[in-house]
């Protein structure tokens, strides 16, 4: 867990409307480090993450990955919005995975992998294919790259999104309640390959409700409520022994 | 024998006497009757000439004028579908301009009658005798023929209506799509091309289907400015031997026709396209989806392609 910062969000704030949802969040994420984060619905956890890859744009604060600003340059101490490119370009190094799978439901598994190696980084479509192909064996679905989500399982589509995740070779993942969808029998086979994909050491930023994952795999669990942390620590700490009556009551209730 | 057999034992079905439907057959005997009567009067009239209508349906002035109408139609789609699809995409564009810009368009186009519009582009000599710029223009008269006043006419009012429908086709594919695009480091344009429009297919092709019917017959309209389509050919032969009815009815023929091909067409189309969204087994890429997917990948093994 040692080394640089991947994600350091300094008093980030944001709003939709007159709802402030984020009220100065303030949270470092180091390079290979398993990060989940807990809460109650509305707590604004959901928004957080996809202001990491500028899904969402902040009111206020400051939101930087790998030492670089999320979609803003500084310039001579000035904040500039970035062109549309430059915010997509950014984002190719950090995967998504949804908690409605959102795959291209007009292409194959296969050529959902592809997708983005081949329009985004202009891989040839051949070494694209070799490594979909990999990536797909990799989540458990080798045999499956002709099949389109529709004739997938829940946890097949979710693993083939997390498939298609890697493909663009990411330095951060971020997961947005990657199993509040799934029945729950097909809840373990996607944790499974988010447990493979932690011991590799892939820097994981996890909004989950699974708090036996948040246990066993987290480095760090962060507790939010209300569009603040209330708590934050490794998960023995955080989940095992809370210090506060708001993470107390809501662990009584998930547990 | 306390298990139980594994084949079923089926019930005789229930045998009932079937209520009564006297009042379906007596209406169907008065339809008869009332059919009957009128083709009767429409068969033996003298006024109809039908002598006539047999001697012109195949006339090649009439199947002449049937391809230029084919023509104008599937040309005048094609074009119109393309404007469509720009005007839709500028429509939802976060660039206010081109939002302004295509709203005046629609304002315009879909505010005044084809009918004006078409008199309108016929008559453009009237206000611009010379097309271009200083030295490098040309007699209007000479671009614009009837048949390119009629396509440029019916093009740009198609537009203002294609415009609509892809609007309503890519607000019906789910938001999730163009996130989980972004996400991946796709840009706008390509979100567009590659994820939206060919899943916005679905919902675009069946009022589509009905805008090339209704073009179809629209095209009637191009008498006024003498297009030489199937109305207009029908009459003129019509007003030279005073024989107007029978005339329209050759038209009506081949409009029917023409119709009953498009529909036929139609109703194919959209079954290909369903297929897949309701029994969970979609069908490849179609022709339209390859067609705004560009660069489509190489169906993989076992795809269903």
């Known amino acids: ?255 | 024998m306390t298990t139980q057999s594994p084949e079923r034992v089926r019930p005789a079905p229930i045998k009932a006497v079937p209520v009564r439907r006297t009042g379906q057959w007596i209406s169907a005997a008065l339809v008869v009757a009332v059919l009957a009567a009128l083709g009767w009067s429409i068969a033996t009239n003298e006024n109809l000439q039908w002598s006539v209508v047999g001697q012109y349906l195949f006339d090649s002035s009439i199947l002449k004028g049937a391809v230029t109408t084919v023509e104008l139609t599937v040309l005048s789609m094609l074009l119109g579908i393309l404007l469509g699809i720009v005007l839709a995409v500028m429509r939802l564009s976060a660039n206010p301009v081109l939002r302004t810009v295509s709203a005046g368009y629609l304002w315009f186009f879909r505010g005044t009658p084809v009918l004006v519009q078409i008199v309108l582009w016929f008559n453009l000599a009237l206000v611009f005798p010379r097309l271009g710029f200083g030295s490098l223009s040309v007699d209007t008269n000479s671009v614009i023929s009837a048949f390119g006043a009629a396509l440029l006419a019916l093009t740009l009012n198609e537009g203002a209506y294609m415009a609509e429908i892809v609007r309503g086709g890519i607000l019906s594919v789910d938001q999730g799509q163009t996130e989980a695009a972004h996400a991946l480091g796709l840009t706008g344009a390509r979100t567009m091309r590659r994820i939206v429009l060919p899943q916005a297919m679905r919902v675009i092709v069946p009022p589509t289907g009905n805008e090339v019917v209704t073009m179809l017959k629209t095209t009637s309209l191009l008498a006024v400015i003498g297009a030489e389509e199937l109305f207009t050919n029908a009459q003129k032969i019509g007003a030279r031997d005073f024989t107007v009815f029978p005339l329209l009815l050759v038209a009506c023929f081949w409009y029917l026709v023409l119709t009953s091909v498009l529909t036929l067409v139609q109703s194919k189309l959209e079954r290909r396209f369903a297929r897949g969204t309701s029994h969970g087994a979609p069908a490849g890429p179609g022709a339209l989806q390859r067609m705004f997917a560009g660069r489509m990948l190489r169906s993989p093994e076992g795809g269903a392609a």
């Open chain 1, 1 to 255: 867990m040692t080394g640089t910062t991947m994600v350091k969000a300094e008093n980030v704030h944001k709003s939709f409307g007159q709802v402030d949802v984020l009220k100065g969040i303030d949270l470092e994420v180091a390079n290979g480090e398993v990060f989940c984060l807990l809460g109650p619905s509305g707590s604004g956890k959901s928004t957080f993450l996809r202001c990491i890859n500028h899904l969402e744009r902040i009111d206020a604060g400051r939101l930087s990955v790998d030492g670089k600003l999320i979609g803003y340059k500084e310039i001579a101490g000035k904040l500039h919005e970035m062109h549309e490119r430059e915010v997509a370009a950014q984002r190719r190094d950090i995967g998504m995975v949804f908690q409605r799978f959102n795959l291209f439901p007009h292409m194959t598994a296969l050529e959902n992998v592809m997708e983005a190696p081949v329009q985004v980084r202009g891989e040839s479509k051949a070494a694209a294919r070799e490594r979909g192909l990999a990536l797909l064996d990799r989540v458990g679905l080798g045999d499956r790259a002709g099949n389109y989500p529709a004739q997938l399982s829940g946890g097949q589509q979710q693993r083939v999104a997390i498939a298609r995740a890697l493909a663009m070779q990411p330095k951060l993942m971020l997961f947005d309640e990657p199993t509040s969808a799934l029945d729950p029998e097909l809840v373990g086979e996607v944790l499974d390959v988010m447990k493979d994909l932690a011991r590799e050491g892939m820097t994981m930023i996890v909004v989950t409700h699974e708090i036996g994952f948040a246990r066993e795999v987290a480095d760090t669990v962060v507790f939010m409520d209300g569009g603040v942390v209330v708590e934050s620590g490794k998960p023995a700490e955080v989940i095992g022994n809370p210090q506060h009556a708001r993470t107390k009551a809501f662990l009584s209730k998930v547990l």
